[in-house]
């Protein structure tokens, strides 16, 4: 019986975590052109977050340089600071598989959407979340248009 309250007690606040949802940063960035990892440079703290409220697979992301890098520039917005995070948005997951390690690898296909004011950009993208023991550490992503470049991050709380 007192393995049923502790199992219990772990549910709950995992349910609890996930209501709440995660914010984390990018620890290192890579990408990939022409079937080539190498290591992305980017300006400034890429954050992904989640909101427990949300679809599952839907992100929150922040970083100018990397959001303007990932869609070529191709929006032109009349503030540029539009560029500064996104939502992907009504992900709908196509795989999730286990690997070796226990990494489970959930891959979803949304829209990225750029919004502020006036400014309005959305985007098919590709984006597979890592989760180990129910947390993300690391977030793969690409636009779905644009099977040449692909960006890769592993991922950590703030401490």
């Not at 620890?27 to 052109?33: F, I, L, Q």
């Not at 990225?112 to 690391?138: A, H, M, P, R, W």
Request: proline fraction near 1%.
């Amino acid at each position: 019986m007192r393995n049923f309250y502790a199992l219990f007690l772990l549910f709950s606040i995992s349910a609890v975590n996930a209501q709440q949802g995660q914010t984390l940063f990018a620890d290192k960035a890579w990408v990939n052109e022409s079937e080539e990892w190498s290591d992305f440079q980017y300006s400034g703290q890429i954050i992904f977050s989640t909101n427990g409220k949300t679809e599952e697979g839907a992100l929150r992301i922040g970083n100018y340089d990397f959001l303007y890098d990932l869609c070529n520039g191709k929006a032109k917005f009349s503030n540029k600071t539009t560029y500064s995070s996104a939502d992907f948005s009504h992900p709908r997951k196509l795989s999730a598989q286990t690997d070796k390690q226990g990494v489970l690898n959930s891959t979803y296909e949304g829209t990225l959407i750029f919004q502020s004011d006036k400014d309005y950009y959305s985007v098919i993208s590709v984006v597979t979340i890592l989760e180990k023991g129910g947390n993300i550490i690391g977030v793969k992503m690409r636009l779905k248009d644009n099977n040449q470049k692909e960006y890769a991050f592993s991922l950590k709380e703030k401490s």
